[in-house]
């Protein structure tokens, strides 16, 4: 059976660009970006995703793979992807920072653990944080959402298309910023209950000076930081909530959905 070139060529350009997107967002998104994950594993998802939605997706037009052109648009593919996945890397990091900031705080900070999404040492609070905020990501299918995005994406900026407006990178800056805000907002509450139990020590310190405030200082900041945090914990699941659906919208914004 003969198969004519430029058919071949057409299912060819049809696969790589709208792969090239998909992947570019699923190696940053957050839970299947992990570097704990194998390359090949993310491969083959991008690739089966992609078999599925070939028949919804718009051909490519004027097919040239050995073209400057072509160049191009897998360059303009992969920054939309990467667009679109790192809004749910900032909505993760948030959480991070946050346990971060809480394990400072607590005196907890020296115990750390390896982070498998960024290959680097964390605090075990931002660590226990980063967790969280991935299984809820899962449970609420926001590894649906997100592909759902990628979709939408197809026709708001259709392979061939127009670029991501110029205003919009300045946009995914700020948006960045919505961490410090996040995680101000979640340890609000554990801080003020920690600078209580630092002035306490402080006012103790000045009544009975022949304690030694060094030994008992630091056992009892670090069980009152394991109490605090378990008694705020039930605000994590309204933080959660709460900043997804802005990070939810703020994409839609972003792709034009």
């Not at 198969?3 to 967002?25: C, E, G, H, K, N």
């Not at 197809?154 to 392979?159: A, K």
């Not at 205003?167 to 554990?190: H, S």
Request: glycine share 6%; net charge neutral; proline share 5%.
């Amino acid at each position: 059976m003969d198969y004519p070139l430029q058919q071949l060529l057409q299912v060819i350009a049809d696969f790589m660009l709208p792969f090239t997107r998909v992947a570019a967002m699923m190696f940053i998104m957050a839970a299947f970006g992990a570097k704990n994950i194998p390359t090949r594993v993310k491969t083959a998802y991008c690739a089966a995703f992609i078999v599925m939605v070939m028949p919804v997706v718009p051909p490519v037009r004027d097919v040239n793979l050995m073209s400057l052109n072509l160049v191009v648009q897998v360059i303009q593919q992969i920054i939309i992807g990467l667009a679109i996945g790192f809004i749910s890397q900032i909505f993760i990091q948030a959480f991070v920072t946050a346990g971060q900031v809480l394990a400072t705080q607590t005196g907890l900070g020296f115990a750390a653990l390896a982070d498998p999404v960024n290959g680097v040492s964390v605090p075990a609070i931002g660590q226990f944080y980063l967790i969280l905020a991935t299984l809820l990501f899962l449970v609420y299918d926001g590894h649906l959402a997100m592909f759902q995005l990628m979709m939408f994406s197809f026709e708001s900026l259709p392979i061939q298309g127009q670029w991501l407006d110029v205003n919009k990178y300045w946009q995914i800056a700020e948006f960045g910023g919505w961490i410090i805000v996040t995680a101000l907002a979640i340890t609000m509450a554990p801080v003020t209950a920690m600078l209580v139990v630092n002035i306490a020590f402080g006012v103790l310190t000045r009544t009975a000076p022949q304690l030694n405030i060094f030994s008992i200082g630091m056992p009892i900041s670090m069980i009152a930081g394991l109490l605090i945090m378990y008694l705020t914990l039930d605000t994590f699941l309204y933080h959660f909530n709460l900043n997804w659906q802005y990070s939810i919208d703020y994409a839609c914004r972003l792709v034009g959905c």
